[in-house]
């Protein structure tokens, strides 16, 4: 098999892995309410439960950093996304406050390690490629997103139960990712930390300002995970079935921004793509807060899928070219303060709501996410275009990923 066509298998295999996950955690968010309501979660209580997922999966992120010293990305890859999926279906069936506890539990744990390695498997690719692909990664999870939205817009559309609505999901995708996870390609320069910038304390300063885009960014992604479903119910009166709808078109125009985002980042570069993200971004945070029913809400919630889409993935892919040999222990470090801005975001925005407003509320993130524009030259700017220039001198290995093979 040659280097090619093994790369292009390796590409659509992860790309796949991260169709999957985006199916699970939309059918998790988007079905809060009803999980609620099911276990007989309160208000008050409902942040410690959206606060102990990313808790553990941080934990887990750290966790993941030793782990791929020793073995390769790929196979903690290969066993953590089956363990998301099935903890996702033990969410829906439980019956009990402490079932569910556990169910959360185990869906944060695995999807620490799912996310780290998923990542880190990106940014070798990518380096293999010679050009921007990593936003072709996050692509297939907006799409899965959207698919997994639309089936809990279903499973509320025809007052299915929880378990009922999972049960499919997992069934059909479980044995599809553990045969594909057989083609994931690992990378070579990060064992053992050769040829680059080391991630020591030194090191570690040069990532603190792709960690606080990090954070701040999933501010706003959890902002819309956690909480779109209920503000537009609560604070827009949409009923329970149309509550569902922004999460998905949130994730529609994730897609679309993140399947031509890599010809941005090609042709201007990827600071430039992050500014005018986060401006874009800011405005739907904005148009969000001040909406007087539920279809400008949509609208907010459409410009913050075209902002923030292009953020995280510019944010991994940032700390691979400057850890190139550490970028393993580079995404694992960065990844931590994905679930940061997770535990951040959630309880931030319910506890703002419930003293002021909902409304207020959504300002906080939108503060926040503005912070990326300070940030904003740490994404480099010709290295991060790769380019013409990079393909000629990367000649024959660099692989045209407009052709052939398995594509996202």
């Known amino acids: 098999m040659t280097d090619d066509v093994r790369l292009r298998r390796g590409r659509g295999a992860l790309g796949f892995s991260f169709f999957v996950q985006g199916v699970a955690f939309a059918l998790l968010v988007t079905r809060i309410p009803a999980i609620q309501d099911r276990y007989g979660i309160s208000d008050g209580l409902l942040p410690a439960f959206l606060a ?16 791929v010293k020793r073995v390769p990305p790929s196979v903690v890859l290969r066993w953590a996304q089956p363990l998301v999926l099935l ?5 829906g069936a ?10 959360l539990g185990a869906f944060g744990l695995s999807v620490g390690a799912l996310d780290a390695s998923m990542n880190m498997l990106g940014v070798s690719l990518q380096r293999a490629y010679g050009r921007s692909v990593m936003l072709g990664f996050h692509a297939a999870y907006s799409l899965g997103g ?37 083609r994931y390609v690992d990378g070579t320069a990060d064992r053992g930390e ?16 792709l960690c606080l885009v990090m954070a701040c960014a999933y501010i706003g992604d959890s902002t819309v995970a956690n909480w779109s479903a209920k503000y537009l ?21 994730t897609l679309v921004g993140r399947a031509v985002g890599d010809l941005g980042v090609r042709r201007f570069g990827a600071a430039t793509v992050v500014r005018a993200g986060t401006l874009v971004a800011a405005a739907g945070f904005a148009v969000v807060a001040a909406a007087p029913g539920a279809w400008v809400g949509m609208l907010g919630f459409t410009l913050l899928g075209i902002g923030l889409c292009v953020i995280v993935p510019q944010t991994f892919a940032a700390a691979g070219r400057l850890f190139p040999g550490a970028s393993d222990t580079a995404v694992a470090r960065l990844n931590i303060f994905n679930y940061v801005g997770f535990l951040i975001g959630s309880p931030l925005v319910g506890a703002i709501g419930d003293a002021w407003s909902y409304r207020g509320a959504m300002l906080v993130p939108m503060a926040l996410v503005l912070v990326t524009l300070f940030q904003a030259r740490s994404f ?22 407009g052709r052939g093979g398995n594509e996202v």
């Open 380 to 401: 480099g700017s010709e290295g991060a275009r790769y380019g013409v220039r990079h393909e000629r001198r990367a000649g024959d290995r660099a692989v045209d990923v």
């Open 194 to 209: 050769t040829g680059g910038k080391g991630t020591g304390a030194g090191g570690f300063k040069l990532l603190l300002p």
């Open 146 to 182: 959207i698919l997994g939205a639309s089936a809990a817009w279903a499973g509320a559309h025809w007052e299915l139960n929880l378990f009922v609505s999972y049960l499919p999901a997992v069934v059909v995708l479980l044995p599809l990712a553990l045969l594909g996870s057989r």
């Open 233 to 253: 119910q609560d604070v827009l009166g949409s009923s329970e079935q149309m509550a569902t709808v922004p999460y998905n078109v949130y994730m529609v125009t």
């Open 52 to 67: 102990a997922v990313p808790v553990l999966a941080g934990a887990s992120s750290v966790a993941t950093e030793h782990l």
């Open 87 to 91: 903890s996702l279906l033990g969410v």
């Open 94 to 103: 439980g019956g009990q406050m402490w079932h569910v506890a556990v169910a």
